[in-house]
């Protein structure tokens, strides 16, 4: 017997590289190219340290309530978090807790298996098709929860919230999640369902749309039965999640609605020259709606790919798993940033 016998073992999530090098390209971790609204620079700049020597509002009003309006929502329907992964992580503490598995599918977001081992919660994976949709019906057998991407990570593939619907409305008796940390690059948000069931939970976060990664915010929408059970989970774990310099950066963010259309709309762009260029050099992609592009090439491996690149200092994604080890996930930067990769790429594939 030794200590070691008491110890929760879980294989951690392994995120994108964070080089120390900032002369980089950094297209690995899908964050945004631009930086936040000015108005969440005058924020930080102007905050008044005083206020450090309190704990923040552990009820975050001022941000929820700024949510809650952005979205058409009461405060009673908006939960606040440090980060999605935080949102995330609560909502299987509070949510899955049932002796049946949760679903989700097999290629997603590698997160959703860790919080189920970390927890303990029993787990299906539930494969996408040949060109990486979800097949609806793979959620309508019994289970103990239900997770969903939407659009999808790695893939950018975005489903109907139609089809997403009819999932919510087979599963009266499990809470579905909607994780929507991209919908703001194109997919159709679930949030417009909240009223009409009580059972679906849909999490957004700053990190990609809003280039806040940094400052750690993620929150959740949903019925005021399902919010006010995460609030019972969140009081009895940590009252303190958010710091009060992210609180007043969030709200600064959410009131600056002109800057985050202009951003997202400039990411969009890009991406979608990005789709014709990536054609152009041999590559095949589902329909990105998302700030990345998932792309396989015609004949080059793309571990040879990610190893050119990684080379010349131009970091994307690769996973060396069953079913996508063909793909480089590559994160949408600024043009000039695109350019040099896309350059780069026409180079090296021409000389091979
Ligand atoms: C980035 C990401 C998250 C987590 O984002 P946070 O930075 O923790 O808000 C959650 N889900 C998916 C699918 C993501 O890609």
Request: glycine fraction near 6%; hydrophobic fraction near 40%; proline fraction near 5%.
């Amino acid at each position: 017997m030794s200590w070691e016998d008491n110890v929760r073992k879980v294989v951690p999530y392994v995120a994108g590289e964070q080089p120390k090098d900032q002369d980089v390209i950094k297209l690995n971790t899908n964050e945004n190219p631009y930086p936040p609204s000015p108005k969440v620079a005058a924020v930080i700049q102007g905050f008044d340290c005083d206020i450090l020597r309190r704990y923040p509002d552990s009820d975050v009003s001022a941000l929820v309530d700024a949510l809650a309006e952005r979205h058409g929502l009461d405060r009673e329907q908006v939960f606040v978090g440090v980060g999605s992964d935080d949102v995330l992580a609560m909502s299987f503490l509070t949510f899955f807790q049932g002796k049946k598995p949760i679903l989700f599918p097999d290629i997603t977001y590698s997160f959703y298996d860790v919080w189920a081992d970390l927890y303990r919660i029993p787990y299906e994976q539930q494969p996408l098709d040949e060109t990486f949709r979800i097949k609806k019906e793979d959620y309508f057998r019994e289970n103990g929860g239900i997770v969903i991407a939407n659009p999808n990570a790695p893939t950018g593939v975005a489903s109907k919230r139609s089809v997403l619907e009819e999932i919510v409305g087979a599963n009266p008796d499990s809470v579905v999640v909607i994780d929507e940390a991209y919908v703001d690059f194109g997919g159709e948000s679930c949030v417009p369902l909240i009223e009409k069931y009580d059972n679906l939970l849909v999490v957004q976060t700053f990190s990609k749309s809003r280039s806040m990664a940094g400052m750690r915010i993620g929150y959740a929408m949903g019925s005021r039965k399902l919010i006010g059970c995460l609030n019972d989970v969140k009081f009895a774990f940590n009252s303190y999640t958010m710091g009060a310099v992210a609180i007043a950066a969030g709200v600064a963010s959410v009131e600056d609605e002109a800057y985050f259309a202009e951003t997202t709309a400039r990411v969009v762009a890009t991406r979608e020259r990005t789709k014709r260029e990536l054609a152009r050099l041999g590559f095949v992609f589902p329909d990105a709606k998302t700030n990345f592009i998932f792309a396989a090439h015609r004949s080059v491996p793309a571990q040879e790919i990610f190893d050119a690149l990684r080379g010349n200092r131009m970091y994307v994604r690769h996973w060396n798993k069953p079913r996508i080890a063909d793909h480089l996930r590559i994160s949408i930067g600024t043009d000039e940033e695109m350019d040099k990769v896309l350059d780069f790429l026409e180079s090296y594939l021409n000389g091979r």
